[in-house]
């Protein structure tokens, strides 16, 4: 095993590896786990190549969204973008189509010709290039302007987003009492990261899940940004999440590779029994907030007297 992290407790940022024989297939998948902000960003990619620019054919098989869907039918789609977990597709008249997956909302996209719709189908797109196919969203709804903007104002800073400023997110993070484990969730506080991204900068931080915001220093704030802002990115370039440090890969370790429905290589993320990577202590997990929490006891140390006491 690798030597422990330093005396900071933390895991510099690193690029993550992409498994070498994994095909980046960007226009033919189906998502079907609930995304984390980098697979939003790969959807708005996804359908600015396959409809940006062009007219699209809006339809609502299901019926739910017909409404909207005659309203947008035959427009050109200006711009496709994201924004944490959230796709906004922007159209020539300035209506603005909104979807947020959620828990259940499901994505599937493919090359044209579509086939015919099967299931719950709440909105299709087609052109001459493709199709999408969206069933079960938390939302779909078409915004004006207005809005879209107010919706945005209850965001947090997304780390995918160029130029963007984590400094909101330090100040609300910083005067708070709650874990930060529970405030990495927020999407008020950061935009787009998930319960894996919240694991796996936790652990390589070398942060206790659950020291209060407010006993956050600056310097662990900066080094989750970075590696929130790092990680995301290659997340959005290889189309999963993987954490873990060159020398901790399975072909550097000479281990299995991880078999898992959200695929990638993590330090402690649904890993709870198994040794730790690095320390080889027990990878422990336990409910917080209604969410499966993923942490390394000996390398995120809780501080003394700080925070809730942990199961």
Same mark, same amino acid.
């Given at each position: 095993?690798?030597?422990?992290?330093?005396?900071?407790?933390?895991?510099?940022?690193?690029?993550? @590896?992409?498994?070498?024989?994994?095909?980046?297939?960007?226009? @033919?998948?189906?998502?079907?786990?609930?995304?984390?902000?980098?697979? #939003?960003?790969?959807?708005?990619?996804?359908?600015?190549?396959?409809?940006?620019?062009?007219?699209?054919? #809006?339809?609502?098989?299901?019926?739910?969204?017909?409404?909207?869907?005659?309203?947008?039918?035959?427009?050109?789609?200006?711009?496709?973008?994201?924004?944490?977990?959230?796709?906004?597709?922007?159209?020539?008249?300035?209506?603005?189509?909104?979807?947020?997956?959620?828990?259940?909302?499901?994505?599937?996209?493919?090359?044209?010709?579509?086939?015919?719709?099967?299931?719950?189908?709440?909105?299709?797109?087609?052109?001459?290039?493709?199709?999408?196919?969206?069933?079960?969203?938390?939302?779909?709804?078409?915004?004006?302007?207005?809005?879209?903007?107010?919706?945005?104002?209850?965001?947090?800073?997304?780390?995918?987003?160029?130029?963007?400023?984590?400094?909101?997110?330090?100040?609300?993070?910083?005067?708070?009492?709650?874990?930060?484990?529970?405030?990495?969730?927020?999407?008020?506080?950061?935009?787009?990261?998930?319960?894996?991204?919240?694991?796996?900068?936790?652990?390589?931080?070398?942060?206790?899940?659950?020291?209060?915001?407010?006993?956050?220093?600056?310097?662990?704030?900066?080094?989750?940004?970075?590696?929130?802002?790092?990680?995301?990115?290659?997340?959005?370039?290889?189309?999963?999440?993987?954490?873990?440090?060159?020398?901790?890969?399975?072909?550097?370790?000479?281990?299995?590779?991880?078999?898992?429905?959200?695929?990638?290589?993590?330090?402690?993320?649904? @890993?709870?029994?198994?040794?730790?990577?690095?320390?080889?202590?027990?990878?422990?997990?336990?409910?917080?907030?209604?969410?499966?929490?993923?942490?390394?006891?000996?390398?995120?140390?809780?501080?003394?007297?700080?925070?809730?006491?942990?199961?």
């Amino acid at each position: 095993m690798s030597e422990s992290p330093g005396p900071a407790g933390a895991l510099p940022p690193v690029a993550a @590896r992409r498994r070498p024989d994994r095909e980046d297939r960007r226009d @033919r998948y189906a998502l079907r786990a609930m995304p984390e902000g980098h697979t #939003v960003r790969r959807l708005a990619d996804t359908h600015q190549r396959m409809f940006g620019g062009r007219p699209v054919r #809006v339809e609502s098989p299901q019926g739910r969204f017909a409404g909207g869907a005659g309203l947008l039918d035959g427009r050109v789609l200006a711009q496709a973008e994201a924004y944490g977990k959230h796709l906004l597709l922007r159209f020539d008249d300035e209506r603005v189509l909104h979807v947020h997956l959620g828990i259940y909302g499901k994505y599937q996209l493919g090359p044209a010709p579509a086939p015919e719709p099967t299931g719950a189908v709440r909105l299709r797109l087609t052109s001459d290039t493709g199709y999408a196919d969206l069933r079960g969203p938390n939302a779909c709804e078409l915004l004006e302007p207005g809005e879209v903007k107010a919706l945005l104002d209850r965001l947090g800073p997304d780390p995918l987003r160029p130029g963007a400023d984590p400094e909101p997110a330090w100040r609300r993070i910083g005067r708070s009492r709650t874990s930060v484990a529970q405030l990495l969730m927020d999407q008020a506080v950061v935009a787009g990261p998930g319960n894996i991204y919240r694991a796996e900068v936790l652990f390589r931080a070398g942060v206790d899940p659950y020291l209060p915001g407010r006993d956050l220093t600056r310097a662990q704030w900066e080094l989750i940004w970075s590696d929130l802002v790092e990680l995301m990115a290659d997340g959005v370039r290889a189309g999963r999440i993987d954490t873990v440090r060159p020398e901790h890969t399975p072909e550097a370790m000479g281990r299995p590779p991880r078999v898992d429905e959200h695929g990638g290589e993590v330090y402690v993320y649904r @890993r709870a029994g198994q040794l730790c990577l690095v320390c080889e202590a027990e990878v422990r997990t336990a409910r917080l907030a209604a969410r499966n929490l993923f942490w390394c006891p000996r390398c995120q140390p809780r501080r003394d007297g700080s925070g809730p006491r942990r199961p």
